[in-house]
């Protein structure tokens, strides 16, 4: 998940730069929705242990 959060962080400051204020602004809501999901899946499993039962 937090790979993904940086790939799309990335993307939106490189549209940011270029101009594309509309494509930045939405890659940079998704790299933040991502970066919580990731959050809470850590959370989650931090606190379950991983276990597979």
Known sequence: MFN??????VV???AAVLGFSGIAGA????AWILF??????AA????RGR???
């Open 4 to 9: 993904w959060a940086f790939i799309f962080l």
């Open 12 to 14: 939106a400051i490189v």
């Open 27 to 30: 890659a940079t809501n998704i």
């Open 36 to 41: 919580v999901v990731g959050l809470i899946v």
């Open 44 to 47: 989650v499993f931090f606190i």
């Open 51 to 53: 276990s597979s039962v």
